[in-house]
């Protein structure tokens, strides 16, 4: 993520959270794992909503 990106970020990863339950194809699952991951370990970057929102995206995407 480039900096002053992150408020396009939470916009994003909200709509992706809206339909991430319905995801089947394993590539896009990881990808977005990915992008998960980089949030959460981007340090003072993200807004603790983006962090929060990449945690729960994890949540849906490893329990689908």
């Known amino acids: 993520m ?3 990106a992150w ?4 916009l994003v990863v909200v709509d992706v959270m ?3 339950s319905e995801i089947a194809s394993a590539r896009t699952t990881n990808l977005l ?7 959460e370990h ?4 993200p807004t603790s909503t983006l962090s929060d929102s990449a ?10």
């Not at 981007?42 to 970057?45: D, F, L, Q, R």
């Open 18 to 20: 809206a339909q991430a």
């Open 33 to 39: 794992l990915r992008v998960a991951d980089r949030i």
């Open 42 to 45: 981007a340090g003072t970057g």
């Open 7 to 10: 408020p396009e970020a939470e």
């Open 2 to 4: 480039h900096a002053r």
């Open 55 to 64: 945690q729960e995206l994890r949540r849906t995407l490893t329990c689908a």
